[in-house]
């Protein structure tokens, strides 16, 4: 269940099939915003979860990847 709050968003975001961003083997992505990306890296080393891709800024933000258990990738996001 999704309970938005104030100021937080929901989005699907749809990408061809040929689209380069992410491996073609993972079909979907899970992409979770955060407050502070510079924090969460700091946690996530802290805990010890390597970043599958480090810190990328663009016009949309600033962005990673990490892993789950099952080696999916997960992108964790700042607006």
């Known amino acids: 269940m999704i309970k938005p709050q104030l100021g937080s968003e929901t989005i699907f975001s749809f990408f061809t099939e ?3 961003y992410f491996p073609t083997e993972q079909q979907v992505m899970l992409n979770f915003q955060v ?3 510079n ?3 700091k946690h996530l080393e802290h805990i010890g979860v390597p970043l599958a891709k480090k810190k990328e800024i ?3 933000g600033k962005f990673i990847w990490i892993e789950d ?3 999916r990738l997960v992108e964790l996001w700042e607006k």
């Open 58 to 60: 663009s016009e949309f």
């Open 69 to 71: 258990p099952e080696g």
């Open 18 to 20: 040929n689209d380069s």
């Open 39 to 41: 924090e969460t890296i």
């Open 35 to 37: 407050h502070n990306l």
